[in-house]
Nanobody, 126 residues
Framework: HVQLVESGGGSVQPGGSLRLSCGASGHTYSSNCMGWFRQGPGKEREGVATLDSAGRTRYADSAKGRFTISKDNAKNTLYLQMNSLKPEDTGMYYC?????????????????????WGQGTQVTVS
């Protein structure tokens, strides 16, 4: 089993930056794909950015040019650097890993495709 713990959230003014981290523990074999998702009040969980084992990335249109997903395999840690934050970026940010068997990277922005989730870290931009 894999445990994921997010950190780095907080309150920031518009235009500010935050760096989210997601540490993995347990059976931390190499993951086929990891990602960041966001859930605002009263909204569905949506994909923000994903990164697969081949280094391919996908970003939500709202995140392109502002957010960068990366990972440190030696530390079993996934990161999300968020710059030029906007109020609409507010929400709970979740880390996910391991696409379910048979799921292709093209579907990696769909929350239902992942096996493991963290508890989330709150980001508030105001």
């Amino acid at each position: 089993h894999v445990q994921l713990v997010e950190s780095g959230g907080g309150s920031v003014q518009p235009g500010g930056s935050l760096r989210l981290s997601c540490g993995a523990s347990g059976h931390t074999y190499s993951s086929n794909c990891m990602g960041w998702f966001r859930q605002g009040p009263g909204k569905e969980r949506e994909g923000v950015a994903t990164l697969d084992s081949a280094g391919r990335t996908r970003y939500a249109d709202s995140a392109k040019g502002r957010f960068t997903i990366s990972k440190d395999n030696a530390k079993n840690t996934l990161y999300l650097q968020m710059n030029s934050l906007k109020p609409e970026d507010t929400g709970m940010y979740y880390c996910a890993r391991d696409l379910r068997p048979g799921v292709l990277f093209g579907s990696s922005m769909l929350a239902t495709r992942y096996k493991y989730w963290g508890q989330g870290t709150q980001v508030t931009v105001s």
